[in-house]
Structures are given as C-alpha cells and as structure tokens.
C-alpha cells in the first residue's frame, strides 16, 4: 500500500475549468500528498470524468477506498454532474447537509459540493469552489471580513461569522485575455517578465479613473503609438488598468473592514496585493491550497470520515 494513503481519511478534489487539484488528506485535515493536473472540465474530452480521476488518485486507492470530496466547477452545467446553488448564507454545515453522492462502483462513490448563488438580489451572482476554500479559511481563525480570490472570474467575498454572507464577481481576468487575443491592443503587446512599476502605473490609472475605463483602455494603444509605452510593457499597463478599476468599485466599502485576505497561487495575487493597497487598505495572502482544509471539514461535518 502507498504509505502516504495509509494515513489517509479523504480525497479531495478542487476541479476546476482549467485545472484539477487532488489532495489525500489525513485526519487532522493535512496534506499528506497532492497531484495537479491540466484536465479541468474543459481539458476533459467526451466526458470521460470518471476515467480521468480514476488514473489520477489510482495510486492512493489500490488498496483502500477512501471518500472523495470534489469542488468546483466539476459539479457545473458543463461538469460531471449538475448540482443547485445554495442560496447565502452558508457555511460548512450547509454545504454538508447539500453534498451530492454519485455512485462510481459498487463499493466507492464521490461527493460533490454545490456552489452558492445570491440570486435573491435583482442581478443574481454564482459560485462554484470558492465556497470551500471559505469553509477552509475559518479553520485559520478567519470567520469575518472580506475575502479576494483572484482569477478569471476573480470573487470579492463578505464573511461574517464564519458563513458566506454576500460575493461579487468581476470579469476582470476574461476581460483581460479577451482584449489581448482579439483586439488591436493585442497587437501592441510582446510577452515578458512582469513590470512592476508599469502595472502599478496602471493601477493608478484604473483606480482613479474608473468611470472613464473604456477611454483609460483605449490610452493603451494611444500610449504606444506615441512611445511612451513599450510592447513589452503594454500588458502589464493593461492588467493594472482593469484591476485598479475592479479595485476602486470595492474600496469605499471594503475600508471599514480590515484586513482583505486573498486566496490563490498564481502572479494574480501579488498584482491584487498591489492594487488592494494602492488604495490604501490591507492585505494578506493565503495558498489555495487551504481549500483541501475545506474539504476535510466538509466531509467531517457530513460524517464522511472514520
């Protein structure tokens, strides 16, 4: 047997539109040994859910069945299985009690958790993962305040009282890729390491000049036809841009609440820690790798675990 999985009580999954994360976890809710993958939901050819994940934690179960907690965009319309939103507020109690069970054999099956929806509100707002990387977050003392999880859909999250009490989502990172690969400013652009006074530059033209965004946008172009901002500066300039202004929408609010903390590995969060205290607030940033804690108290409050 896999000497890692002898210590095991869970997998957990964070499955993605891009991505997968697999983590086997062990009863105090650590890591023990995790696997990454490029096979999000969209990487996954002919559905073949159930094949990808069986190779992948095919190590850790050879000899032992141990649940499987999955989150994410795996429990979407585009998914494995479809599973409803909770509606707000919620926690890890109710995000247990919603667990979704699907049979992969006789002997084995998996979970999946449901994403979260405000669709009280007149413009109704959803997510899928994030919720379980909230859940983490209160295992670290965090049960109030505002949580930032870049990406490309990035999510602004109102905590109080360890439960999920409203949420945002900004287009930011789509919006992004979108102008860089089909617009005339993609062609103003060559890839090259981050520039960070030229981004900050751009977080400052954002965050001011919000309600001028599509003008501040088009200054991109205007700014490198008149050499005054290189091709390999242009991205960057672009990025603060969008981001300042994502920023700006959320900062009035945000300054009576402490501390932002923000969730996440890649460049992203640096370059939201940027933007976040140009306007003069806090940050802190955590891994989001705390979202396999997440599934771990999940699992533990639906008594997956033994």
Partial sequence: MNSAASNAVLIGIDWGTSSLRAYLIDEKGDVIDKISSAEGIINVKNQAFKQVLERLISPWVSERDLPILASGMISSRNGWVETPYLHLPIDANGLANSLLRHNLSENRSIYFVTGASNSDYLEPDVMRGEETQIVAASSIGLVDGTFVLPGTHSKWIQVKNGKIANFSTYMTGEIFGALKENTILGAMMEDSEFDEEIFRNGVAVGFNGADKLLNRLFHVRTLSLFGRLSKTSTADYM????????????????????????????????????????????????????????????????????
């Fill in 239 to 306: 990025s603060g841009i969008l981001i300042g202004a994502e920023v700006a929408s959320n900062a009035c609010r945000e300054s009576r609440l402490g501390t932002i903390s923000i969730i996440g590995d890649s460049d992203l969060v640096i370059r939201y820690k940027i933007a976040i205290e140009y306007a003069g607030l806090k940050s802190q940033i955590y891994s989001g790798d705390i979202v396999a804690k997440g599934h771990f108290l999940i699992a533990k409050e639906a008594g997956l675990l033994t």
